[in-house]
């Protein structure tokens, strides 16, 4: 079983900051991309920000210069350091997983996980 849990979340008044982090446990062997999306009331799920197991990063356009992505593959863990907030930022934000787990004794499975969300709230 994999379990992806994001913590940080909160209420901050537009300038400020605020880092989420998620941490990704469970019978896994490897964790291949990792991500950041968020989503309004009323839109779409978006990506924020992604990072691979190799460091390599994309970022959304509205966030790039003011968020932070960045990973601890020996924690199986990511982060995103939120700068510069703003009320548009507000949002429910979600850590994803793209992750490799045996499945059987010969089969090896490639699945996206996700966590439960965390709440980002703006202030102006």
């Known amino acids: 079983q994999v379990q992806v849990v994001e913590s940080g979340g909160g209420l901050v008044q537009a300038g400020g900051s605020l880092r989420l982090s998620c941490v990704v446990s469970?019978?896994?062997?490897?964790?291949?991309?990792m991500g950041w999306y968020r989503q309004a009331p009323g839109k779409q799920r978006e990506l924020v920000a992604s990072?691979?197991?190799?460091?390599?990063?994309n970022y959304a356009d509205s966030v790039k210069g003011r968020f932070t992505i960045d990973r601890d593959n020996a924690r199986n863990t990511v982060y995103l350091q939120m700068n510069s907030l703003k009320p548009e930022d507000t949002a429910v934000y979600y850590c994803s997983a793209n992750a490799f787990l045996r499945e059987t004794e010969f089969r090896i499975k490639n699945t996206d996980y996700w966590g439960q969300g965390t709440q980002v709230t703006v202030s102006s």
């Open positions: 469970g019978t896994i062997l490897s964790i291949n991309r």
């Open positions: 990072i691979t197991s190799g460091g390599s990063t």
